[in-house]
């Protein structure tokens, strides 16, 4: 099943909740791609079988989700020992294995009084992730519009919420310490994509970051960030060298690839 017409089920099940949804992980980098600061290069874009959707903790939806997403062909699939467990929603007979996630920020310390990981939320009848750093995903959404002009099968055109660039960016590498070394590769190419995407509206991004994005962020979270910016580029790594092998096909060197996000990251939010 094509993956267009995947999200297309999606989208169109989750109608009446997407004014509390932000598309955060793979899919809102791909849907830059419909925005009209975007430079469209003639690679494709990293793909992924998972859509990320968040919301913020203190704005959480209501009604029932679930009967929805069932009703359009997504079952639960569960995983981990967490209570409730962490569900996917993945949609039947797509080879592909197209399945969604939903996600929302994680406050405190991470664990509940009685000593276990506070790790899901259950709420509108499906389970949630709780992550940290994801509340910078949720800051000034970008609105990207779909539909059948652009290759989704929905009856009409669709608004839909995205993660803002910058904040896309700066969770990515607040979390590269977290992350597994593919990961880390994964998500230092995801930066560099963006950067090369908006590389002709960085002054943009800046404003965005200077004006919407850092002033929601702790003070040492903010520290965190610009270093991260100056250190995961500040040469040429085994991650970085991953992070080019992962772009098969393109003319891409780990030497441009660190060179041009460190130059962007430093016109962005240095």
Request: proline share 6%; net charge positive.
């Amino acid at each position: 099943m094509d993956d267009f017409a995947s999200f297309a089920r999606l989208v169109a099940a989750v109608g009446p909740w997407r004014g509390r949804l932000v598309l955060v992980g793979g899919w809102a980098h791909r849907l830059y791609r419909f925005h009209e600061l975007a430079d469209v290069p003639d690679y494709q874009p990293l793909t992924t079988k998972d859509t990320d959707l968040a919301f913020a903790a203190g704005a959480p939806p209501t009604g029932d989700m679930r009967a929805a997403l069932e009703q359009a062909g997504f079952g639960e699939k569960f995983s981990g020992e967490s209570h409730p467990p962490a569900t996917h929603y993945a949609l039947a007979n797509d080879d592909a294995g197209f399945y969604a996630e939903f996600l929302t920020p994680l406050v405190g310390s991470g664990m509940k009084r009685n000593g276990k990981p506070d790790a899901t939320l259950s709420v509108a009848g499906v389970t949630a992730q709780k992550l940290r750093h994801l509340g910078i995903l949720l800051v000034d959404p970008w609105v990207i519009r779909i539909g059948p002009d652009n290759g989704f099968a929905l009856p009409g055109k669709v608004d839909l919420q995205v993660a803002n660039p910058v904040g896309f960016i700066v969770q990515k590498l607040l979390i590269q310490r977290d992350r597994k070394s593919a990961k880390r590769a994964q998500d230092v190419l995801y930066i560099h994509d963006t950067l090369e995407l908006f590389g002709g509206a960085l002054p943009a991004l800046k404003e965005s970051w200077e004006k919407k994005v850092r002033p929601t962020m702790h003070g040492r979270t903010v520290r965190t960030a610009l270093e991260l910016s100056v250190s995961v580029f500040a040469g040429v790594t085994d991650t970085i060298r991953e992070a080019a092998r992962m772009a098969p096909g393109r003319d891409l060197s780990p030497e441009r690839l660190q060179g041009l996000c460190r130059a962007a990251l430093r016109e962005v939010i240095g």
